[in-house]
Structure formats: C-alpha cells, structure tokens
C-alpha cells in the first residue's frame, strides 16, 4: 500500500516523528506560557544543541543554528531582546495578540461570541488530567492546550500499554487537534510569521505552520496503520 507519509511502526520517520515531537510541544510551551528569561535560553540552547531529536522541523533546524552559534556572553543582550518582543506581541498595551486563548481568539475569527472551555475541560477530565498552572493559565490558553498534547504524546509512547489503551490515546490526539488546536493555532502561527521581529519568537511562528499540520497527518496515518493491521489479524 502506498502512503503519503512512510509509517511503518520501525521506520525512520515514524521513529524520529514519536522522539521528537514531544521536544517540539514543550518548546512551544515554554515560550508561549512564559516570558523569555536567561535560563530558559540557556536551557534550549543546550537541549538544541546536544539532543538532535528536538529539531523536527526546518525552521526548528534554523531555530538550532541560531541558538548553537550564539556565545554564552550573548544570552542577556538575547533575553532583553525576547521579553521585548513577548511583551509587544502578547501583553503590552496593543499587543499584536492580545488573546493566547481558544475562545477569546475563535470569537474575534468568528465575530461572535462562543466559549469552548467546557468542552476543552472535558476533554482534560476524560484523559484524568490536571494541569498545574503557575501562572493561572485558562483551560484554553495555547500553552495548556499544546501542553495536554505533549501528555497524551508521552502516554501513547509507552509500547507497554494495551494497544486498545494506546488506540484511545491517538483517537483523542487526533480529536483535540481536529476540534480545537486546528481551528485557531494556524492562525496564531500566521500572525506570528507575519508580525514577529525577533528570532526566536519568528521562529516560533513557523514552527507552528510546520509541525502542526505534519504532528496530525502522521497520528492519523500511524491509526490507519493500526487500523489495518487489525484487520488483517
């Protein structure tokens, strides 16, 4: 059978998809739920530099040689710049987002006023998950949102997990990003790539438009595997 994505359980893309792809959600966590500071540079400019299952996109690649060919000395002058750009983008007095969260955002797409955290706490619930939000995050910020991917991503790589458990793991991935991370993330991402100025929250940008789309057609292609193979036996 032909596919559009090579997804045999061993092959090297699926492999280097399943290390990956939980790298890429954190790093869009840490710098969309928090303010750049020193040490969380620091700590990607390490995790970049010696782990090469973080990079999983070209623009994650860019992402890397930016950070790898930065000299430690260099960081604050980096952090200034970063916090700057956060603060302009996300929470100055017009920022350019004013809004990283999935009702406030789908409301201004839409133009009318909808509320999709009850279902998004449902979803956290029925995955008997709960989130410890230091910042006092809402259930549909983009950080909460990417974070309860990254759970369930880490979950579902447990090869010792019943397949029907690892099944209902992908089927709510699949889910999530299809009914909520799908329908305003790309947009986030294409502001992002439009407005941002500074290298790393530019990169965040087309990191977004890369990953997403990739993270779900292989979850879906991985679950048509499956499905196969169930039939088959």
């Not at 860019?62 to 983008?89: D, G, Q, W």
């Not at 992002?192 to 977004?208: F, Q, V």
């Not at 438009?209 to 193979?229: G, H, T, V």
Request: glycine share 4%; aromatic share 10%.
């Amino acid at each position: 059978m032909t596919m559009t994505l090579e997804m045999g359980r061993d092959s090297e893309e699926c492999i280097r998809w399943k290390q990956g792809r939980g790298w890429v959600y954190q790093l869009l966590i840490d710098f969309f739920g928090n303010r750049p500071s020193l040490s969380l540079i620091a700590q990607w400019q390490k995790h970049m530099v010696t782990r090469e299952e973080a990079v999983l996109t070209k623009e994650g690649q860019k992402l890397k040689s930016y950070l790898s060919n930065t000299m430690p000395e260099h960081f604050m002058e980096i952090c200034k710049v970063e916090r700057a750009e956060y603060h302009r983008l996300f929470d100055g007095v017009r920022p350019i987002l004013p809004s990283l969260c999935e009702s406030d955002y789908r409301s201004m797409l839409s133009k009318n006023s909808v509320d999709y955290t009850s279902d998004i706490r449902n979803s956290y619930a029925q995955s008997g998950i709960v989130f410890n939000k230091l910042h006092l995050e809402q259930d549909d910020h983009i950080s909460i949102e990417l974070e309860y991917m990254a759970v369930l991503g880490e979950r579902m790589s447990d090869d010792l997990r019943l397949r029907a458990s690892q099944h209902a793991l992908m089927d709510s991935q699949i889910q999530f990003l299809e009914q909520h991370v799908m329908q305003w993330v790309p947009s986030v991402a294409e502001a992002l790539c439009k407005e941002a100025r500074s290298p790393i929250y530019r990169s965040l940008g087309y990191i977004l438009q890369e990953f997403l789309p990739y993270d779900i057609a292989m979850l879906r292609s991985w679950r048509a595997e499956l499905n196969s193979c169930l039939i088959i036996s």
